[in-house]
């Protein structure tokens, strides 16, 4: 089958997410032991994930969230503590690394060939909205995406992998669920919340993480690998 349109992720799908974090705990937190960072980022990852949806709802504030994911990996990989003020100072070291992003270039690659071939292509990502189009403009990608096709969860009052928001993206794009491919690296946040939405996906999983369950799904480990099934499938 192919499709006729494109959604992607942006964290960690886009561009690597895992460099600068890691540069960020390298110089905030020397103490760690970097050999562990996939571990560390994944741990990161998943306690924002767990903490995001209060901030959604505005049981919480951003500088919550962060102190919180922040303290979090600290009391697991560290022997120490540490205080709100060196969480933020964590988060503002990573903020300043994360200027420098790139996409990857397989990705560029894939934009320009949907730009050529005018294939319709959206974003859905979780996270702030100015946090998050600060990264997109990083990326230089703006250019490929109409700003109707853009949404950042915390506009919404939805995240992933709620249904809720591939449904509003669905109507706000005019895309039609079952011809349409979304392209992320979280399983859970990605994949289950788009199928279960009742659109396509392909699960990019250059981390290279355990499939969670048993199902029949498109799975690529190398930039390069989704490139080519993503011009297979179109």
């Given at each position: 089958?192919?499709?006729k ?6 964290d ?22 970097i050999?562990e960072?996939?571990?560390?980022y994944?741990?990161?990852r ?13 049981q919480?504030?951003i ?12 009391s697991e990989?560290?022997s ?8 933020l100072s ?8 994360l200027?420098?992003?790139?996409l990857?270039?397989?990705?560029k ?18 996270g ?10 990083q ?7 109409d700003?109707e096709?853009i ?36 399983f ?17 999983n ?24 993503v011009?297979?499938?179109?």
């Amino acid at each position: 089958m192919t499709y006729k349109n494109i959604v992607f992720d942006l964290d960690d799908t886009l561009y690597d997410h895992l460099l600068p974090f890691k540069n960020s705990i390298i110089q905030c937190f020397p103490e760690l032991d970097i050999s562990e960072i996939e571990l560390i980022y994944k741990r990161f990852r998943y306690w924002s994930d767990i903490a995001f949806p209060k901030y959604t709802n505005k049981q919480i504030s951003i500088e919550e969230l962060r102190i919180f994911r922040c303290k979090q990996i600290i009391s697991e990989f560290g022997s120490f503590s540490i205080s709100d003020d060196l969480a933020l100072s964590f988060q503002k070291t990573y903020e300043k690394e994360l200027s420098s992003i790139t996409l990857f270039p397989e990705l560029k690659e894939i934009l320009e060939y949907c730009s050529a071939k005018r294939i319709p292509i959206g974003i859905i990502t979780n996270g702030p909205v100015k946090h998050q189009l600060k990264k997109l403009s990083q990326l230089d990608v703006l250019k490929y995406f109409d700003k109707e096709k853009i949404i950042i969860s915390k506009a919404t009052g939805f995240q992933k992998p709620q249904i809720e928001i591939f449904d509003l993206a669905s109507k706000n794009f005019n895309f039609l669920p079952n011809q349409t491919l979304y392209i992320g690296d979280n399983f859970e946040n990605d994949i289950e919340g788009s199928l279960n939405a009742g659109w396509k996906s392909i699960w990019f999983n250059h981390r290279k993480r355990k499939l969670p369950i048993d199902t029949k799904i498109h799975e690529v480990q190398t930039a390069k690998d989704l490139k080519e099934l993503v011009y297979r499938l179109l």
